[in-house]
Nanobody, 126 residues
Framework: QLQLVESGGGLVQPGGSLRLSCAAS????????KCWFRQAPGKEREVLSC????????YYADSVKGRFTISRDNAKNTVYLQMNSLRPEDTAVYYC???????????????????WGQGAQVTVSS
């Protein structure tokens, strides 16, 4: 059974950058597609970015395209989300998740995801 632990959240100023990390234990992430989600107060959880198990394909939501970058380091069993040009609207709890299979990248129902991290708060404010 995989466990996912996020780190790197915190308070940043508008226009700033932050890198989130999602480290897995209990097994390898290699065979899973990996995604980042966020959920702001009163809103539904939304998918931001995904990377296929082979890293040959990525998905980005329009709201973060060009600002956020997803990557992985198989040796560290970790997936990252580099967030640049942050805006107050980016304030949310950010989650990483893993799902077996690469089909429907970025469009599979939330209930289909096999593993979830605990969430990390990101606050963008001056």
């Amino acid at each position: 059974q995989l466990q996912l632990v996020e780190s790197g959240g915190g308070l940043v100023q508008p226009g700033g950058s932050l890198r989130l990390s999602c480290a897995a234990s209990g097994g390898t992430l290699d065979y899973y597609a990996k995604c980042w989600f966020r959920q702001a107060p009163g809103k539904e959880r939304e998918v931001l970015s995904c990377i296929s198990s082979s890293a040959g394909a990525t998905y980005y939501a329009d709201s973060v395209k060009g600002r956020f970058t997803i990557s992985r380091d198989n040796a560290k069993n970790t997936v990252y989300l580099q967030m640049n040009s942050l805006r107050p609207e980016d304030t949310a709890v950010y989650y990483c998740a893993a799902i077996f299979g690469d089909y429907g990248l970025g469009s599979r129902p939330l209930r289909d995801y096999d593993y979830w991290g605990q969430g990390a708060q990101v606050t963008v404010s001056s």
